[in-house]
């Protein structure tokens, strides 16, 4: 194509200069348009660069808008003002400098950031498959669709958010698909550092980070998840939370109501290849996490003589391809003894524990190694057991594919440790003891996200 321009400009300058007899004057012409049209073609290829870099589907990626591409230059109009081909190429030019403009203009205007769209669409599915010996000896093995997780996230203006997640576990919830979470947020943290928000979420108590397919022993304490009114703030790299909900436990004989509280705050950094995160969270009321509350259901139906708030705490440091991570969850007070019982008194449970992961590049792809220690006090009653050691690794196979490996060694309660508020499978209230030994268990998983 080039070269037909090149002959194209020739014959053009050949025919305009046609009435000029000295063929000294001619020659100069002709080389000085033969450069010229060496320095067009420059220009063409820095074009085809620009926009081989800047494409519809990029732009797309950006703006999250449909994109109307301009009319060929051979549609355009041919007047005096664009019929010399360098005018036409400084058109170009201005055509895509306008829409590198208005791309920048959109990536700032975007509320999520740089390449994001107006609604974002995202997704997990985890398969595992495992073997384990237990406390009792019995080996079980399974192959499950561990967790299958979709997520909306729109942003209707830049000072509004609404983010809904839908979660189906297998074995859970009745084998149901859930709403894992609902909120709307209202504020903008790049224009103001405070936002506000309301629906069904998990609330800021705890942190519960892993790089393991188990989940922390943390997590099986603590985590709560109800619907909460919260204000967040960041400022300066410290950020914090406030919160009020309803929980489900409640205190006896008072009223179902707004009760339950809680706050966090922390400070994250970055200091070149070194980044931390270290936080605090308090909880009016333990009671109503997860694996309490479940608990509380059944043994005193959901009602409680008084609240015991929770604490925990984190710490996250990473440098270079080492990271480390600590966490502690635990009750403040004990329990009474009909609440949640440990060896003939109220139970005070609490867990902790501590993980380390190194990043290395295995056979050309990211890989991640990691091993941790989860430990638990009080805590027979809820079904947890004392220790855990972990050894994991997780490798990315391809893009947003990781394969994943994990040994899990965990030892029960001693044998002369015992509960009376101990749950069997039907959810009825029994006795029960520690038997002093261990399991083991072996699990791959594969997981896809989008």
Not at 17 to 41: S, Y
Not at 115 to 131: D, T, V
Not at 173 to 198: I, K, Q, R
Request: hydrophobic share 40%; glycine share 10%; aromatic share 8%.
């Amino acid at each position: 194509m080039r070269k037909a321009i090149s002959l194209a400009l020739m014959a053009l300058v050949l025919s305009s200069t046609a009435w000029a007899a000295d063929n000294i004057t001619l020659e100069k012409q002709i080389q000085e348009l033969i450069q010229q049209n060496k320095l067009l073609q420059e220009r063409i290829v820095n074009l085809e660069k620009i926009v081989g870099t800047v494409g519809v589907g990029e732009i797309c990626k950006i703006t999250g808008k449909a994109v109307q591409p301009e009319k060929d230059l051979a549609q355009q109009p041919s007047g005096a003002a664009v019929d010399s081909i360098t005018e036409r190429l400084r058109q170009v030019e201005r055509v895509i400098e306008k829409s590198k403009t208005d791309i920048l203009k959109d990536e700032v205007e975007s509320p999520l950031g740089p390449g994001k769209c107006r609604a974002q669409l995202g997704g997990l599915i985890e398969l595992e498959a495992f073997s384990r010996d237990d406390f009792d000896k019995s080996e079980t093995s399974d192959i499950s669709l561990s967790t299958v997780q979709f997520s909306l996230d729109a942003y209707p203006t830049d000072w509004s958010h609404g983010r809904l997640v839908f979660l189906y576990e297998e074995g859970e919830g009745d084998d149901h698909v859930l709403v894992d979470e609902g909120t709307v947020t209202l504020g903008n943290m790049d224009t103001f550092p405070a936002t506000v928000t309301v629906g069904k979420k998990y609330l800021p108590f705890g942190s519960y980070l892993t790089s393991t397919i188990s989940d922390p022993l943390t997590l099986d304490l603590g985590e709560t998840s109800d619907s909460v009114l919260q204000a967040d703030i960041q400022f300066l790299g410290f950020y914090g939370s406030a919160y009020l909900f309803n929980g489900d436990i409640s205190e006896r004989g008072e009223d179902d109501k707004i009760d339950a509280y809680g706050a966090a705050l922390g400070l994250a950094n970055v200091i070149e290849d070194f980044s931390y995160d270290i936080g605090v969270e308090w909880i009016s009321n333990i009671g109503d996490s997860d694996g309490i509350g479940d608990h509380l259901s059944d043994t005193v139906n959901g009602e409680v003589e008084d609240y015991v708030d929770g604490f925990s705490a984190h710490l996250l440091m990473a440098y270079g391809p080492v990271n480390f991570f600590a966490e502690y969850v635990g009750a403040r007070q004990s329990f009474k003894t009909s609440e949640l019982e440990f060896r003939g008194r109220g139970a005070k449970p609490e867990a902790w524990g501590l993980e380390m992961g190194y990043n290395i590049t295995l056979l050309n792809r990211e890989a991640l190694f990691s091993v941790g220690y989860h430990r638990t006090e009080e805590s027979l009653a809820l079904g947890l057991p004392e220790e855990r050691y972990l050894v994991a690794m997780s490798l990315g196979i391809f893009d947003n594919t990781t394969l994943s490996f994990e040994w899990a060694h965990d030892e029960d309660y001693d044998d002369g440790d015992f509960s009376a508020t101990c749950l069997d499978d039907d959810g009825a209230i029994i006795n029960c003891t520690g038997s002093d030994s261990d399991a083991e268990t072996v699990t791959m998983q594969i997981a896809v996200e989008f």
